[in-house]
């Protein structure tokens, strides 16, 4: 085989290649020429999409929250008040007299 031959054959090859991967992609000519993706209807309603839609969005708010969350919890400032909630509520705990003392 001559090597313009396998030149040719490879480059054969390439444009089916080619060819399939838009085919599996959804691309289509149209009688102009131009390429487009095909539509593709696969049961899904309007509907359906917007309540996807507002699942992702509710979604994403969760997330802010318990990024909030998680961030906020792990501050300086944020241990101290935790020490200091638990400090007032040990001093809950103590008798009316031994508080007076204490003061």
């Known amino acids: 085989m001559s ?3 396998i030149v ?6 390439v ?7 838009k085919t599996r992609a959804g691309i289509v000519k149209d ?3 131009n390429e487009q993706f095909a539509p593709r209807d696969n049961g899904q309603s309007d509907a359906e999409l917007e309540a996807a ?9 969760r997330v802010k929250v ?11 400032e944020a241990r101290e008040q935790a020490r200091i909630a638990a400090e007032i509520e040990a001093l809950r705990g103590l008798p009316a007299a031994r508080q007076e003392k204490s003061e």
């Open 66 to 76: 318990l990024e909030r969350i998680a961030t906020d919890s792990n501050t300086g």
């Open 31 to 33: 009688k102009h020429g």
């Open 15 to 21: 444009i089916g290649l080619v060819e399939f991967a």
């Open 3 to 5: 090597s313009w031959a």
């Open 53 to 61: 839609r507002r699942e992702l969005s509710e979604l994403r708010e």
């Open 8 to 13: 040719a054959l490879v480059g054969i090859i």
